[in-house]
């Protein structure tokens, strides 16, 4: 029999509580001291097994009556709206690069850096081939029965990745009977559409329990330009065309370009994805005190994005222009162009530049497959000592096929330049046959493959006075792939986008593990971590946790954790095949005449472990005096050395221009300032240190008949640094946004079968790192309700952003003159939802 304070029996009902609430709960819940015999669980953040939920780190639980409260119709979605979010992890809402992944960012510190657990088991790395995090559009929300967001480091218990912390996702199992779910949403300007099905069946037989279930979702589009608060883009690529930065008006002359195009009026805020998916649950008792466990998840994306026709930038040799090779394709520059100011460089080169409108907006697709397949066999060695063992094996794959349709062969099109100049230069329509001789449809393919299997021994080694000593041992081996294999086209560098070559590699660990819980008294305990990995990559690294909890009172509890982490090279970073980008930079010798400048980046073999400290240290407060109340506060501090990340060129030019000869053999600058092959290689130089205090509030309580329950969530930022630059309450279109208030506030009240809720998310003032100025902040807020007609049906319904606020202007946005992965760009959505149960 166990006895329990006020505090432990809190922290052990979060879960029970936050299924309850429908509502978010951060490790908080109300139970009067009770004395009870608990099953034993094993917790987010440690392996052994405990007949509590309290231990010395801060976990939210998000429940499934939330997800579906808040009108949530994926993962990513219901995990950014969390106060501990920061930076810009990708979307629905992100419509350049993404290729249709999801993820999460916890702390801002990268989505690389939060590892991603399926049931506790590690899930295969995802999205269109050779990928370093986990794609959440990979798990179906239907399936879901709560989320476990660990938010210290946790490299000691589960390996690599874990460094800002651990998001586990707990599947509906043990369910019996049949359920289906029917959920939609759209904006009030009539777009954006969502809809999602689902069906979930369970039975029981003798010692067991099968629960399968199936998924479809269907999100629609919806268009910048179709909102007002959409500024209309301005870009120097025009469906005209422009020769030396000219463009000929009506009377045939050639004059600077005055306007730009609208790009805004192709491209997406809310990108189309259509999602499949299959999954099972199953547990069988097959005697002897053996459990067999297994779940299985398929998933089939297809999803796509649009952007505005291809810009192509074509260099062109000019007929008799010193430089121009004798013989050399070339064209001629006629006496207006020349008048207007055309001239070739002194390579003997002029700029010709088109926004391909004749062969239509890039549409990127995606069609991917994701599996896995988890089992393992768990039992104990002794019912009185409580000796319990497990094997697991988990296997997980990922294939990709991507496109982007009406790309552009820049050798093709300066060949057709170069055959029929005058139908170029004209600003006419293309012809069909010019359309068809440049474009194509770009295509690649790609995929990840993990293998894990592990064994475990936990139980109890020893009584101290005030309790046993928990123990958990284990040894594991993961098997990790991935390639990427780009279109034959780019791979040869004759598109109009920059040359990538294939990607291909493959790693593998072997761990072994240990962690040891310790009631030194009744009132302090202590947990310690210890795990070693072997890398066929880097060799070696070694990683510890140290946890105390105190119980000053049955009221208060008080807990830290210091830590180490470490986070290993990926697939991409050691096997990425060289790709170009074409980053703005400024040459000091002045030889570029353009200022995007190709820089080859390249990825390294021999590159090393991330290394990271974390340290937490909070309370737990449930007052005896105010029954139903939970109060939580921690504050936070992570620090990652040796980061992967590339060097910052700009720096490099400058410093190898000044003399430094060791910057120019870095970044490959020949002599002269020649920046043929100007190379940036990833490499072990980045650092972050960011911290900052989290509180949660949570209350529940009855009054004039009613069960009410309120829940407050705050970070605040204190500082958040990144390679030596201070993000701390900014934003900005390339990193994304570091608020240093961030709050979820909700209320809601039920009776019998009816309950509604308001919920408000606000996002601080923060500055716009490109102008220096105020953004300001932002509040949102959403209304739902749901009914319960009667035992086996319910409805639901619900508006998000109810005030349909406007998203805030940022001036290095990352689209559409905002950050979509932070601010709302939809606007007033208004869903529903039917349950039937039966």
């Known amino acids: 029999m166990i006895k329990r304070t006020k505090v432990a029996s809190a922290i052990n009902l979060a879960v029970v509580s936050s299924i309850a609430a429908g509502t978010f709960v951060a490790s908080s819940a109300f139970a009067a001291e009770e004395t009870a015999k608990v099953e034993r669980i094993e917790v987010t953040g440690s392996r052994i097994q405990r007949q509590d939920m309290e231990t010395a780190s801060p976990v939210t639980v998000i429940d499934a009556a939330a997800i579906k409260a808040e009108g949530f119709t994926s993962v990513d979605q219901m995990l950014q709206v969390q106060t501990s979010m920061a930076g810009a992890a990708i979307g629905s809402t992100t419509n350049n690069g993404a290729d249709g992944v999801a993820q ?72 019996e009977g049949f359920q289906f779910d029917m959920n939609g949403s759209g904006t009030d300007k009539g777009d954006g559409q969502n809809g999602d099905v689902s069906a979930l069946y369970g039975f029981n037989t003798d010692g067991g329990n099968y629960t399968f279930g199936a998924a479809y979702s269907d999100r629609r589009s919806v268009i910048q330009g179709d909102r007002s608060w959409t500024e209309p883009g301005s870009s120097s690529f025009i469906p ?114 088109r926004r391909t409108n004749d062969v239509g907006p890039r549409i990127y697709t995606q069609d991917t497959d994701t599996w896995r397949l988890s089992g393992g066999l768990a039992g104990t060695l002794d019912v009185h000592t409580g000796m319990n063992w497990d094997v697991t094996y988990t296997y997980g794959k990922n294939q990709a096929k991507t496109a982007v349709e009406n790309s552009i062969n820049a050798s093709d099109m300066t060949t057709s330049i170069y055959a029929n100049p005058d139908a170029w230069f004209s600003g006419d329509p293309l012809t069909q046959q010019m359309i068809n001789d440049i474009s194509y449809t770009e295509d690649a393919k790609g995929g990840n493959e993990q293998q894990t299997l592990s064994a475990g021994l936990n139980g109890e080694l020893f009584d101290l006075s005030a309790g046993a ?19 034959e086209v780019v791979i040869a560098g004759e598109s109009t986008s920059a040359q990538q070559d294939p990607t291909d590699g493959n790693y593998n660990v072997i761990s072994i593990f240990q962690e040891v819980s310790v009631p030194f008294t009744e009132k302090l305990t202590g947990e310690f971590a210890l795990r070693l990995d072997d890398y066929s990559t880097f060799g070696k690294a070694t990683t510890w946790k140290i946890g105390l909890t105190y119980a000053a009172t049955d009221d208060l509890m008080l807990r830290t954790v210091a830590a180490t982490g470490f986070r290993a090279p990926s697939v991409s970073e050691l096997y990425g095949g060289n790709s170009g980008s074409y980053d703005y930079l400024d040459d000091p010798w002045g030889n570029a005449q353009d200022p995007q400048i190709l820089v080859n980046r390249t990825s390294d073999p021999d590159l090393k472990p991330e290394e990271s400290e974390s340290y937490t240290a909070g309370l737990v407060y449930s007052p005896s005096y105010v029954d139903g109340m939970s109060v939580t506060l921690d504050y936070w501090r992570f620090k990652v050395d040796n980061a992967i990340a590339r060097m910052d060129t700009q720096a490099g030019l400058d410093a190898c221009y000044a003399g430094d000869a060791t910057a120019c053999e870095t970044f490959n600058i020949g002599a002269g300032g020649d920046l043929e092959n100007l190379t940036n290689a990833l ?16 209350y529940s309580f009855e009054l004039i008949g009613l069960d009410w329950k309120v829940n407050n969530d705050t970070t605040y930022l204190v500082n958040f640094e990144q390679d030596g630059e201070d993000y701390t309450g900014t934003i900005d279109g390339n990193f994304g946004a570091y608020a240093r208030v961030r709050n979820n506030f909700s209320i809601s009240a039920g009776q019998d079968d009816w309950s509604v809720m308001y919920f408000n998310r606000y996002i601080g003032d923060m500055r716009d790192l490109a102008e220096g100025n105020n953004v300001g902040d932002i509040i949102y807020h959403n209304v739902s309700g749901t009914y319960h007609i009667n035992d086996m049906a319910s409805v639901s319904l619900g508006v998000k952003n109810f005030t349909d606020e406007k998203p805030l202007t940022v001036s290095n946005g990352s689209d559409g003159g905002t ?20």
């Open 240 to 353: 005209e065309g422009t020769l030396g930065g000219k463009v000929q008006d009506a009377n045939g002359n050639w004059v600077p370009r005055s306007y730009g195009y609208d790009f805004t009026q192709d491209s997406y805020y809310q990108t189309p994805s259509e999602r499949r998916s299959l999954f099972a649950n199953m547990t069988q008792e097959l005697g002897n005190d053996v459990v067999l466990t297994a779940d299985a998840i398929y998933t089939n994306r297809r999803s796509n994005q649009q952007m505005a026709a291809q810009p192509a930038d074509i260099m062109l040799n000019v007929c008799g222009a010193a430089g121009v090779p004798a013989g050399a394709p070339c064209v001629t520059l006629d006496s207006a162009m020349i008048a207007g100011g055309i001239a070739a460089d002194e390579k003997g080169l002029v700029n010709y530049r």
């Open 819 to 838: 950050v979509p992965e932070v601010y709302d760009t939809i606007g007033r959505t208004i869903y529903g939802g039917v349950t039937v149960k039966f």
């Open 683 to 698: 490499t072990n130089v980045g650092t972050q240190d960011t911290s900052g205090i989290d509180f949660n509030l949570a």
């Open 104 to 175: 999460v960012d916890l702390r801002g510190m990268g989505s690389q850096r939060t590892l991603v657990l399926l049931n506790g088991r590690r899930m295969v790395n995802s999205g269109s081939g050779a990928d370093s995090s986990v794609d959440l559009n990979s798990i179906p929300v239907a399936m879901i029965a709560r989320v476990e967001i660990l938010k210290d480091g946790a490299s000691a218990v589960y390996g690599s990745d874990a460094i800002a912390g651990v998001v586990n996702i707990i599947t509906k199992k043990d369910f």
């Open 469 to 487: 000593v928990g123990f958990a041992i284990g040894a594991e081996y993961r098997r990790e792939s991935g390639f990427y294999t780009p279109d």
